[in-house]
Every structure is written in C-alpha cells, then in structure tokens.
DNA sequence: TTGTATGCGTTATCAT
DNA sequence: ATGATAACGCATACAA
C-alpha cells in the first residue's frame, strides 16, 4: 500500500506537504502541488478512508437500514427500487453505502450501537417496524437519521403521499360506478392505517357505506393471504364489485383465487393495487394501481441526509411528501 | 464517544490492559477482566472498526459489486435475492457489507481502487460485465474475490447450472411431446452462450432440428424487447409450438404479445421461463421454469469469500456449481 | 510556502 | 499480570 509518505520522500516534502496538496490546500505552491499529484498518480496512490474517516470524524459512509420483518426485506421490489436511488444518489454525493442490521457475528449490537461501529455519519431508515425500541432508540439518538414513510417527532422524514394515493383510487374506482369497495390491507402499520383512514373517508365523502366484512386484513407482499382474504370476500352474500389490494404483488394471490372460482377480471370483478412497481404494467391484465415515488423518495432521502450531515448547525428537520400517480390500467371496468 | 481511554481511567489500569481484556487475552486476571468488561458496559462503550481497521489491517468489511449495466440491477428479483443471501450471511460471520462503484462523488475511481478506498477485505462480484477492464483489474488483483455466474483463472467462483437447467427445461418440453423449440436469449454473455449451447445441444441430442429464425435476440428482465422476439416468431410461417424466454420477467412481454394475437398459453403456445423466482409461482398461469438456487449462491459466495480472508495461506480456489431445479408449473401443454 | 509535531482509537510488542 | 510505547495513515494547528 502507497503512503502519503512514500510520496513525500519520493518529492523530498514533507508529509504533510503531500497531504495539504492532495487536498488541494491553498497555501501550496501550484508547482509543488503538480509535481506531488504526479507523483501520486505516478505511484498508484490511493487515499485510505479509514485513516481519514479516523482523523477527521467523518467516515463518508452512511448506513441503510431494512429491516425485513414487515415484508419489508430487499426483494420487495418497491424498496429495492428505494436502496437503488438511494445508493445512487448518496455515491453521486461521495458517500458509500453500508447495511446497518442487528447481531453482527457474535456481537450482539442494536441498530444504533451498529451504526457507531462503523462510524455511520448518517443511516436512512427505509423499511422497519417503527414500535421497536432498537429503531426507537436509532432514531431519536444524536446520528443524522432520515426515515422514510414514518415520521419521529422533530426528525426528517420522506413520505409517500398514502392519503392521496388512496384518495386518488377510490376516487377513479368510483368514477368508473363502483359503490361496493371492498379492502385486503397489510399489516397494521401506520401507513396502512393511513390507507384504511384515507379509504374510509374517501368512501364517506362520496356518500359510500363500506360494510365491516369489506375490510380483511393480511399481509403485505404475500400473494397466498390475499388469496384467503379473497376468498372470504367472494363468500360473501352480497359481494363487493372492486377489491383494493395491499399492494401489486398482492393482488396476483388474489388473481388466482379469483380464477379458481370463474372470476374474470375486469369483467366479473374489478381490483386495483397499490405501488406501481413496473411489474404491476407489464401484467395482462394492466393493473390498476397508484405508482409510489420509490426512486425519488430513495433520492430525496439520500439527498437530505447528507445536507444534515453536513450542516447540522443550521439544519431544519423536514418532512417531505413524495407524490405518486395513478396508473389507470384496465382492471377496473366501468359500470357507469 | 466513549473510548478504551475513558475505560482505563475508570478502571484505574492502562489501556493496553482494557484492549486486552476487552478482546479476551489470556494473560489478564479473570477479575480484573470482568471489572473492565462491567465498567466497559456501565459507560456504554461500543470498540470503534475505524481505528481497529487501521491497526489490524483488516476491516470486517466484504464489498458488493453490482454494476446494473445488464439488467442486473438490484430491482432484479434474482439479484436482489443473491444479495439478501450475502447480507445475511457476510453478516453471520461478522461482516458488514458496502457497495462497490465507480465514481464515488467527484474522486473518479474504478472498482478496485474502490475497494481498497474502503479497506474492503474482499469483494462479492454479484453481476458485472466481465470484459469490462476495471471488472477484470478487481477480479485478478490480490483483492480476494468470489464472482458470480463466471470464473476467472484460479479464481474462486459460484456458478449457477445453466447447462443442466437449459437441459431439464428441453427435455421436459420434449417429454410433453413438443418438436419445435424457439428460443428467445438475452444479451450475449458468458451465461447467455451457456444457455445457448445447451438448448442446441440437448436439442442434437434428442433429434430436434432448430431452424436458425427459431433463435432470437432480446434482452434480459425487458419484457418488451421479448415481446418483438415473440411477434416475429408468431409472424414465422412455421411457428413453434413452444418458446423459451431469457427470464421470468421476460415471458411477461411475451404473453402480452401472445394474447394480442389472440393465442393463448399453453392451450395456443407453450412457453417457459428461467430463474424461478417467487414471481413466477405466483402468476396464473404458473410459469414453467428453471429454480436457481439464489440464496444458496449467496450463502456459497458469502461463506466462500469469508473462508479466503481469514485463511488465505490455505486457500485453494473453488468453483462452485449450485444447482437449481425444474419447476413443472403449467404453462407447457402436453401435445405428446 | 513548507515543515514539525500531535493525535484520532486501537492493538501488538516488549518490558516490568 | 500489567504497563509503557509505538504504530496504523492521515490531517491540522502552529511554528519556521
């Protein structure tokens, strides 16, 4: 491994020298400063960042967290779509990125004692289960924190729109004369209880009673449950005419569980989803759903996290919306 | 922060003792280690990698390289899996992972340079382009690596079955009576000429003749570049009765192009996929396609990489065949 | 404009 | 059994 001193005793400056020039410091001599950035190349210097990140306090490395307990794990292809634009985003600002987990070997660390570890300058929250004590105790700890689509009191957050995202479907699921709404939410998170909330309300507005029956809880990203809840749907007495899935993939459990009872969509039953993965277009039918900004929430996350890190004495915590769109599809049949 | 230094002072010892102690060394008295190890755990002291990285020489840290340039991005179920797979097993050995990229903010490095910026002890070459120069510079440098889907001279590799699946892929269709077997590949990489390979010569092997218009381009995880392929085969004036897509995702393009012109899978059309993701199972029809192992390939190359770094005077590069299995699905019609 | 000295937190060597 | 000291590679305050 090449040195900043290997390059000062190949210059005959001092060490420190090398290291002002590097770092392109005004007060070296522009010839010296060529000479040594040759020399450096000419070597195959590399600096090392955890020398620096020693010296400095700053590691330029932030942690990502997915906690995949809620169906939140990487392979879900909204988050994935997440830590792609975040990963982006955070190298075009010079930052690597680290997974933050719990129980690293042997150690037995928390998210918080993690992120230490590693001298984290900052961790972006994409996907975990907000009650933990552990994310709790990250989150609200001293590390720059953003969180994505829960918000810590006084912390920055980057949200999906879920209220209007929600809004906006039932609102186009009503327009094409729907009035028996039926919803397979996830678990009880609380972005699914804004969904019911936003869902409910909408329904209201609109001057929709959504019968208690109509509202069946399973699991996000979990085709088989959302099969179930179908199922329990379609043995209803008076059956819904659309079914709200909990998100894209979701719906394909219930695609099946349709079929299996002669159930053609959109025909004999409309659905939409939610997300808008690029799966969700590429599906025949097209599927109706509402795209979440998953690559601009990654981005915006990345973005803010390394404004706080690197101004934290004038830094505002904020919690932005990322709005999404309807993708109109062609589940939903109008029965206007 | 709370150092060894903080530990020392409380303990009325040096620091050298409170390393020593702290890292189990025998020749520390069993009391005067527990004192430590209680006062260590009083102040909340966490060890800090960076300046134990500096001295040891050794991070605890293992890179990821994904260079998404052939549809190999994070968002591919396949990858992201094989990641998943790393992630937790790099981290049950202690650990952590970080991206390797080109271009970390202004500095321009290559992957190499990358991953020595880091201190990375070794390097998972996830999916990359392997006649990439910088791709070939990480993967002979003295950087322990392990890639994934092709091996370089003396280096340890994980490889996925592709001449065995293509294999079980052609003669299951043969046994369900097909004849005439397209084959729609994606782009030209060493995989792809596998794949190929094997589907002309199992093809050989079992009397099949392939007319060349039978062989057509596309490009992997692009639903739509499938979707021309398969329009040109269905304008062919003698079609096949079967067709194989690049991947899973791929067939999607497919069936939208089939049901465009009004031909229906199987009952129409047989087709297959390759990967075998959750996806594919989950479809109605369910896809015919070929399992590979992706969590068994990151668990493989995790482990394998670990087992390079901390025994590297022993090391005898392996290359590694994870095999995957057929999944019959129901997407292939039996016209024997 | 350049150099000297120091320390970031840790571990390893060698005394004691 | 414990401690003093040096070193990992780098950046910075301060001296020259």
Redesign the pocket.
């Known amino acids: ?1 090449v ?3 290997d390059i000062s005793k190949a210059c005959g ?5 090398v ?2 020039a ?2 392109g410091a005004p ?3 522009p010839k ?1 400063a060529e000479r040594i950035r040759e020399q450096a190349k000419a070597l195959g210097y590399l ?2 960042a955890t ?2 990140a ?3 306090g700053r590691s330029y490395n932030i942690g990502v967290l997915f906690s995949d307990t809620t169906g939140g794990g990487i392979t879900h292809e909204y988050f994935s779509q997440i830590l792609e634009s975040v990963k982006a985003e955070a190298e075009r600002l010079g930052y690597d990125i680290t997974f933050i987990s719990k129980d690293l070997g042997a150690m037995s660390m928390d998210y918080y004692e993690h992120a230490k570890y590693r001298s984290c300058d900052g961790v972006v929250i994409a996907s975990a289960d907000f009650q933990d004590p552990a994310i709790i105790r990250l989150a609200t700890s001293e590390i720059p924190t953003v969180t994505l689509d829960y918000t810590f009191d006084s912390r920055t957050s980057i949200l999906s729109d879920n209220v209007r995202g929600m809004e906006a479907l039932v609102r186009f699921v009503y327009e094409n004369g729907h009035r028996k709404l039926a919803f397979i939410h996830g678990e009880m998170t609380s972005v699914t209880q804004k969904r019911i909330a936003s869902f409910r309300k909408t329904c209201a507005t609109l001057g929709i009673t959504v019968p208690p029956e109509y509202i069946r809880p399973a699991v996000y990203h979990d085709p088989r449950s959302s099969g179930l809840a179908t199922r329990a749907l379609l043995e209803l007495p008076n059956r819904p005419t659309c079914i709200f899935y909990p998100d894209d993939l979701s719906f394909l459990g219930g695609m099946s569980e349709l079929e299996r009872h002669g159930v053609t969509v959109p025909k004999d039953m409309s659905v939409v989803g939610y997300d808008g993965i690029p799966l969700s277009q590429v599906l025949r039918p097209k599927l109706t759903t509402y795209r979440q900004g998953a690559a601009e929430m990654g981005t915006q996350a990345a973005r803010l996290l390394v404004e706080q890190i690197e101004h934290p004495d004038t830094w505002l915590p904020q919690n932005i919306m990322v709005e999404g769109e309807l993708l109109p599809g062609s589940t939903v049949r109008n029965i206007g």
Do not use: E, H, Q, Y
Not at 13 to 17: I, K, L, Q
């Open positions: 491994m040195t900043i001193t400056v001092s060490r420190a020298t290291s002002k590097l770092n007060d070296i001599a010296t600096p090392n020398a620096r020693l010296k400095v």
